[in-house]
C-alpha cells in the first residue's frame, strides 16, 4: 500500500495520519512483509488486514483522551513486531517509547525499522519481562506500561506493573474476554499496587470491532518480591487461589 493509501484507510477508520506519519507506515509495512519471509513476526500477511488489526488497533489508544499522555515515556513488553509500541512511537514522537523483547531476532527487525522511518525516541531492550523489570534503569520508570495479546490478565500485570511509576499506569489491549478475567485481575492488580480501571471499548469505523484496552492505574510501589522469576507468572498467575 502506497502512503496515500494508508492515509485516507486510516482516516475513513476514524484516526488521524498526518501525511509524515503515512509515509513511515508505508515503510514500515514493507519491512514487516519482507523480513516476515524469513522470520515469525506476523500471521497476518495481507496489507489491508495488517493496517488494520496491528496499525490502526495500536493507534485507537490516541482516540482516549489522557491513555496516552502529552509527554513522558511508554515501555511496551513483550513488542513483538512493534504493536502497539512502535506505532505510538511513530505516532507520537514527543513520547519516549522503550521495546521490550526476548527474542533478539525481533528486535534487529524494529532497529531496521526506527532507522528506515528515522525514529529517534525508541529505545530497544532485549530481555525477559520478569528480568527487566528488576532493574533499576526500568524498574518504576515508566508513564506507561502496555502489552497487546501477550497474556491473561493476571500475568500481564505480573509483567507490567512493575515497569510503572506511582501515577503512572499500565494499558492492557485485550479482546471481550477480558470480561471474564476481571476478578483475577483485580485481585493481581491490588498485590501488585494497582487499580483497575473501567475497560475501554475502542472504535474503527466501519468496522465489526470488539476490543478495548483496560487501564490499570498504579497507585503504589509494587512490592519486591514481584515479579517473581522468569516463568512463574505464567505457571501461577496472581489472583488464582494457591498462586500468591
Given at each position: 500500500?502506497?502512503a496515500?493509501e494508508?492515509?485516507?484507510?486510516?482516516?475513513?477508520?476514524?484516526?488521524?495520519?498526518?501525511?509524515?506519519?503515512?509515509?513511515q507506515?508505508?515503510?514500515?509495512?514493507?519491512?514487516?512483509?519482507?523480513?516476515?519471509q524469513?522470520?515469525?513476526?506476523?500471521?497476518?500477511t495481507?496489507?489491508?488486514?495488517?493496517?488494520?488489526?496491528?496499525?490502526?488497533?495500536?493507534?485507537?489508544?490516541?482516540?482516549?483522551?489522557?491513555?496516552?499522555?502529552?509527554?513522558?515515556?511508554?515501555?511496551?513488553?513483550g513488542?513483538?513486531?512493534?504493536?502497539?509500541?512502535?506505532?505510538?512511537?511513530?505516532?507520537?514522537?514527543d513520547?519516549?517509547?522503550?521495546?521490550l523483547?526476548?527474542?533478539g531476532?525481533?528486535?534487529?527487525f524494529?532497529?531496521?525499522?526506527?532507522?528506515?522511518?528515522?525514529?529517534?525516541?525508541?529505545?530497544?531492550?532485549?530481555?525477559?519481562?520478569?528480568?527487566?523489570?528488576r532493574?533499576p534503569a526500568?524498574?518504576?520508570?515508566?508513564?506507561?506500561?502496555?502489552?497487546?495479546?501477550?497474556?491473561?490478565?493476571?500475568?500481564l500485570?505480573?509483567?507490567?506493573?512493575?515497569?510503572?511509576?506511582?501515577g503512572?499506569?499500565?494499558?492492557?489491549?485485550?479482546?471481550?474476554?477480558?470480561?471474564?478475567?476481571?476478578e483475577?485481575?483485580?485481585?493481581?492488580?491490588?498485590?501488585?499496587?494497582?487499580?483497575?480501571?473501567?475497560?475501554?471499548?475502542?472504535?474503527?469505523?466501519?468496522?465489526?470491532?470488539?476490543?478495548?484496552?483496560?487501564?490499570?492505574?498504579?497507585?503504589?510501589k509494587?512490592p519486591?518480591?514481584?515479579?517473581?522469576?522468569?516463568?512463574?507468572?505464567?505457571?501461577?498467575?496472581l489472583?488464582?487461589?494457591?498462586?500468591?
Open positions: 500500500m502506497r496515500a494508508i492515509r485516507e484507510r486510516l482516516q475513513t477508520l476514524g484516526l488521524s495520519c498526518g501525511e509524515s506519519l503515512a509515509e507506515l508505508e515503510c514500515y509495512l514493507r519491512l514487516l512483509l519482507e523480513w516476515n524469513r522470520m515469525d513476526l506476523t500471521a497476518v495481507e496489507e489491508p488486514e495488517i493496517l488494520e488489526r496491528h496499525f490502526a488497533d495500536s493507534l485507537t489508544a490516541l482516540q482516549v483522551p489522557g491513555m496516552i499522555p502529552e509527554t513522558g515515556s511508554l515501555i511496551d513488553v513488542t513483538g513486531a512493534g504493536f502497539p509500541g512502535m506505532v505510538l512511537a511513530l505516532a507520537r514522537p513520547l519516549r517509547v522503550t521495546l523483547d526476548a527474542l531476532k525481533r528486535l534487529d524494529l532497529a531496521a525499522v526506527a532507522e528506515a522511518v528515522g525514529a529517534r525516541n525508541v529505545t530497544l531492550v532485549h530481555a525477559r519481562a520478569e528480568d527487566a523489570a532493574q526500568h524498574r518504576g520508570q515508566y508513564d506507561r506500561a502496555a502489552a497487546r495479546a501477550v497474556a491473561q490478565l493476571p500475568v500485570l505480573e509483567y507490567l506493573l512493575p515497569y510503572v511509576r506511582i503512572g499506569a499500565a494499558l492492557c489491549w485485550k479482546g471481550p474476554s477480558v470480561l471474564q478475567e476481571l483475577a485481575g483485580r485481585r493481581a492488580a491490588h498485590l501488585l499496587g494497582g487499580s483497575l480501571q473501567e475497560p475501554v471499548r475502542t472504535e474503527l469505523r466501519g468496522l465489526a470491532w470488539d476490543h478495548l484496552i483496560l487501564p490499570v492505574e498504579k497507585k503504589q509494587t519486591s518480591a514481584y515479579p517473581r522469576k522468569a516463568g512463574t507468572p505464567n505457571r501461577q498467575p489472583g488464582v487461589k494457591g498462586s500468591e
